[in-house]
């Protein structure tokens, strides 16, 4: 992408912010963050969802998680008290399953959709029904099985299904 591309896709999409407690502001949608930052931008425009700066810091995350804005949860899908999520992007846990859920959605095994961290409950299936893949040969064939089980019935009620 040359440096006008790469500036309009920037502006397309700004990183969603919520202010919390003592006024910091969090990046509720860390993926377009974090490819900013791993391509080295360091300014990007970002859109203001909430101000909930006047919570205290239970309020707030409990309200980040009742609005899907947060995914409590690590690498290994296991919960994580609010105190333990991490702080910085660079922080941030790779999650395979997450990267297979996109691939997933990418190869037309379910739609992409407006419903917050819909990824997370995409990963989630994949997760209960699969072992972590330990190379790039078993993980390009764990995305046409997981496709599968994206169009079969246990995949009924989640985001963007679409079914056989």
Known sequence: MDAHDLKMAIAEKPIAVVLGPNEEPYVIDHHVAYALMRIGVERAPYVLLADWSAQTEAAFWLALENRSWTSPYDAEGRRLAFIDMPAFLEDAQDDDFRSLAAAVRDAGAY??????????????????????????????????????????????????????
């Open 111 to 164: 739609a992409k959709t407006a419903v917050p961290l819909a990824d997370f409950r995409w990963a989630a299936l994949f997760r209960s029904h699969f072992d972590r893949p330990h190379s790039d040969a078993d993980y390009a064939a764990l995305i046409e099985r997981a496709g599968a089980l994206a169009r079969s019935r246990a995949a009924i009620g989640l985001p963007g299904y679409i079914g056989l």
